[in-house]
């Protein structure tokens, strides 16, 4: 019996990286799943597709579905929570993982970079909370999880990193502190109707395939500035099975601060805790 057996999730962002392995980690846990990208395809030159992540949840014996929307555009994203709802039935669970970042100092970044932004990483989210809420409500059972970023806080002076590395974060970390702020207050406003919003950061950066490529100095000089991509998966399926009221969370410090065991992405074997250190060499997705 898995956390999650009976609920139907949409997650955005899913063909790879964090979206993929939390969609592959809540169907380990018995939700079934739609997974969400822009499109079927390879994305650019990442590796990951969304009929890779959905087959992969198949074979484990998993439920999982395909759903493409370009988050950008208004027009493409209006009916997602249909189109999810088609696949599988009612959604008890959606986490709005998709982002977009541009990376430029703020005194140069381009108002088109700011537009696109913000509508991937806060009114993207926003216009599907207003889509699924309704159900939700009406059925007294939801859980909407808003993934964020630390960047979305003023980094401690002196800098860890180089002073242009927290300056080319900053118009994408307001992005995310908007967010913040608007998932606390419809929190909030949902709590009372059995619907729980929640936001989530990870620490540091994530090990994923993608990030491996970039993050092996960086975990060299200071190990924990780097985090397993199954820390920040546990913290996620903290917040979309328990009852959180608008919490703006960062994914170590949830999981010391419940006492909550870190656990495969297959969800069959205890692995670390909050404190678990990144492994370079092994790779899970």
């Known amino acids: 019996m898995g956390v999650c057996d009976g609920h139907n999730a949409l997650i955005?962002?899913?063909s790879r990286g964090i979206g993929r392995a939390i969609a592959r980690r809540l169907a380990a846990e018995g939700a079934a799943v739609v997974l969400s990208a822009s499109r079927l395809g390879v994305h650019g030159n990442l590796d990951g597709t969304l009929e890779q992540a959905v087959d992969e949840i198949r074979a484990s014996g998993g439920k999982a579905a395909a759903v493409t929307a370009n988050l950008v555009s208004e027009e493409?994203?209006?009916d997602l929570i249909v189109r999810a709802e088609k696949e599988l039935g009612p959604l008890d669970i959606v986490v709005n993982n998709a982002a977009m970042g541009r990376w430029s100092l703020p005194s140069d970044t381009a108002l088109k970079d700011r537009r696109k932004m913000l509508e991937v990483?806060?009114?993207a989210p926003v216009d599907l909370a207003q889509q699924v809420l309704p159900g939700m409500r009406e059925r007294k059972r939801g859980w909407i999880?808003?993934?964020s970023s630390d960047t979305a806080r003023q980094p401690i002076v002196p800098y860890r990193d180089t002073p242009e590395a927290a300056h080319v974060v900053v118009a994408y970390g307001a992005?995310?502190?908007a967010l913040n702020r608007y998932s606390e207050g419809l929190a909030h406003e949902v709590a009372g109707d059995g619907v729980f919003v929640n936001t989530l950061a990870p620490v540091a950066i994530v090990l994923t395939q993608e990030t491996a490529r970039f993050v092996g100095h960086i975990a060299e000089k200071n190990p924990d500035m780097v985090e397993p991509?199954?820390?920040t998966v546990e913290a996620a399926v903290e917040l979309v099975t328990g009852r959180h009221v608008g919490r703006v969370a960062?994914?170590?410090p949830l999981l010391h601060a419940v006492g909550r065991s870190v656990r495969s992405l297959d969800g069959k074997s205890v692995v670390g805790d909050a404190f678990m250190p990144a492994d370079l060499d092994q790779i899970v997705l």
């Open 12 to 14: 955005t962002g899913a």
């Open 175 to 177: 992005t995310k502190a």
């Open 250 to 252: 960062y994914s170590r």
């Open 145 to 147: 999880l808003n993934v």
């Open 76 to 78: 493409e994203r209006a």
């Open 121 to 123: 990483n806060l009114h």
């Open 229 to 231: 991509v199954e820390v």
